[in-house]
Nanobody, 126 residues
Framework: QVQLVESGGGLVQAGGSLRLSCAAS????????MSWFRQAPGKEREFVAA????????YYADSVKGRFTISRDNAKNMGYVQMNSLKPEDTAVYYC???????????????????WGQGTQVTVSS
């Protein structure tokens, strides 16, 4: 069992930056791939960014590539996403998720993830 708690959301103007954090507890965080998803009102949850368990490889949705950076610190059981040049269309609830390395991992599919946080709201004003 892994518990995930997101923090760092808030209200920011377009062009601004936020850094979201995901604190993991329970089983060894370093044995889980980690991702960020988001869900805007009236829309389906969508993939944002992912990072392998070792931190060696990252993946991004086209909509955030070049603006967002995912990272992790396994020693601290923490995951992060740095979000720069924010746009109003980035407004959503952001969720971190963890997928065991023991399973098949399709990084962009929410069905690959065993554990989810409660989400943190990000609002970007124009």
């Amino acid at each position: 069992q892994v518990q995930l708690v997101e923090s760092g959301g808030g209200l920011v103007q377009a062009g601004g930056s936020l850094r979201l954090s995901c604190a993991a507890s329970g089983r060894t965080f370093s044995t889980y791939h980690m991702s960020w998803f988001r869900q805007a009102p009236g829309k389906e949850r969508e993939f944002v960014a992912a990072i392998r368990f070792s931190g060696s490889t990252t993946y991004y949705a086209d909509s955030v590539k070049g603006r967002f950076t995912i990272s992790r610190d396994n020693a601290k059981n923490m995951g992060y996403v740095q979000m720069n040049s924010l746009k109003p269309e980035d407004t959503a609830v952001y969720y971190c998720a963890a997928a065991s390395v023991a399973g098949i991992w399709v990084y962009g599919s929410s069905r690959s993830y065993n554990y989810w946080g409660q989400g943190t709201q990000v609002t970007v004003s124009s």
